[in-house]
């Protein structure tokens, strides 16, 4: 089994055509891939998806059907991770540690607690999914593998 952490920059790319994309939801539909996100993905994709509306790369409908398809896959397919006070605290250590932006610390901090609690079983796979570039600098710097959905066009 492969576990992929995807971080907003990853996921939105499932409902945002967007270079990546075609990557994104070949990977993200194997039946081998459990797919974890953080609740704070939760709130930034919805957030993305109205800036795309707002930008006109997306139309109203548009955006009400990817929204649609995203509750959809939280209720569904995505594996939501809860952050928890020690994520917090875990996150403002990777601050000064890596030139991260708040939230970017916030989605390392969490898939790096789970990359410990699986790390060791047989058979497991854990890899990081982002396409921010600073943020898979630091999640390599702290030992995960990475991958850029925009290196995958």
């Known amino acids: ?3 992929y952490y995807c971080d ?3 996921v939105v790319k499932l409902y945002l055509p967007e270079i990546g994309s075609a990557w994104t939801t070949h990977e993200c539909q194997r039946p081998d891939v459990l797919l974890i996100i953080g609740e704070i993905t939760t709130v930034e994709v919805p957030a993305a998806l109205r ?3 707002h ?3 997306l139309s109203a409908v548009q955006r009400q059907q990817a929204l649609a398809t995203f509750d ?5 397919t995505f594996l939501i991770e809860t952050i928890t006070p020690a994520v917090f605290i875990h996150a403002r ?10 939230y970017d610390a916030v989605q390392l901090a969490l898939a790096l607690k789970l990359y410990l609690s699986v790390r060791s ?5 854990f890899m990081f ?3 921010d570039d600073a943020l898979n600098q630091a999640a390599s710097a702290e030992g995960l593998v990475v991958d850029n959905p925009n290196r995958h066009p």
Do not use: K, N, Y
Not at 93 to 102: G, K, M, N, V
């Open 72 to 76: 959809a896959d939280c209720a569904q």
């Open 129 to 131: 999914v982002s396409a």
């Open 93 to 102: 250590d990777l601050i000064e540690r890596h030139p991260l932006r708040a």
């Open 121 to 125: 079983l047989s058979g497991v796979s």
């Open 1 to 3: 089994m492969h576990i």
């Open 51 to 53: 800036r795309a509306e």
């Open 8 to 10: 907003t920059s990853a």
């Open 55 to 57: 930008e006109g790369r």
